[in-house]
């Protein structure tokens, strides 16, 4: 029994209704929906409970897909039916969620629906490469082959964003470490040089230590007052980024800030000839590819570059002559498809752009750890100069004062 979130508009009144409902799939809940008198408008899987760690916990990760498809393309290479396959399958399936869309697909191809058409009704599982691909090994007579090709496709796609992450994860954890570190010693340590000076005549804390000591009385009368606005600022800043003008600011930062931006074009090259050269082996027609291909480049501008080199391979030019002298795209990569079009290897020279850039991103990430490493370490270095300066200096000035009292 899975617990859906849906949105649904009562026919007595007309208003919109959002609440929860347990069902065993998508079909159900809609039936138990349409009983009480209301239109479902959406419904998603939310989890028993419905809570944040239950989110997660039944989400379908990459890896369970990967898994999924390799299964299923070895049990249809073995000769059994779809139907049959996709029973044992399901029974294999650890993932409650893939388990319940399995059953739905099942009764889908058992009411006569393609495979393809039947996973379509499941984007949020499979998107369109992966629907792309199942109609295309369906119409060959290659569903076996279509999805090992997707397993493995899937597989350097996970790889290769894998350690994009990490190289932007590691900077992060950092700095957030080092801002933990700096807002105790300012809150903590610092205001106890104030209190060593506090009535003593004629003495008069250095400027560095009297900053230090403004920045941190507002950290610690106003604490939630800053949290309060780096909480507004976080939540507004996520949605404007998901609206479109946000995601082409994000999208266009992504390939020109230093030292991710080459990485991030890499990562699109890679993933663009990855995905064409799957859809190509696969029988998938050219439109029908560069199509498919916009929508899991995963970024607006080169998904708007792919789109315009649609229209002029509609209008009879060449892939390579349409991608040649676009911004968004490294040169190599309509060198590459141009010697594929005229040897008749579009996917064997798409690959070979895709292996050859996955290597360039693994190498850049490890080219952008050995350039942040010392950056980082510079970074902390001055502000602890900066920090051990302000608790030292009135100690120094506290102690010399004191020796020429004495001399005196």
Known sequence: MLTYTYTARDLKTGHKVEAEVQAENEKAAAQLLAERGLTPLDIEVKGEGGSFLSHFRNRVKTKQKVIFSRQLSTLINAGLPLVQSLNTVKGQT????????????????EGGSTLSDAMARHPRVFNNVYTSLVAAGEASGTLDTSLERLSTQQEKDAEIVAKVRGALIYPLIVLLVLVAVVTFMLTTVLPQVQTLYEGLPGAELPIVTRVLLAVSNVLVRYWWVILIILAIVAFLGTRWAQTPPGRRVVDELKMRIWPVGSLFKKLYMARFARTGATLVGSGVPMIKMLSTTADAVGNIHVAESIRKATEQVKGGKTLS?????????????????????????????MGKVADYYEKEVDNQVKAI???????????????????VAAILLPIYSLAGNNLLQQLR
């Open 369 to 387: 750890s050995t350039t942040i490493e010392p950056g980082l370490m510079i970074i902390v270095g001055i502000l602890a100069l900066i920090i």
């Open 321 to 349: 002559e349409s991608l040649s002298g676009d911004p968004y795209f490294l040169d190599l990569v309509p060198d590459m498809i141009k010697i594929g079009e005229q040897s008749g290897q579009l996917e064997s020279m």
């Open 94 to 109: 650890n993932n409650r969620v893939l388990r319940a869309i399995t059953g739905e697909i099942i009764r889908d191809v």
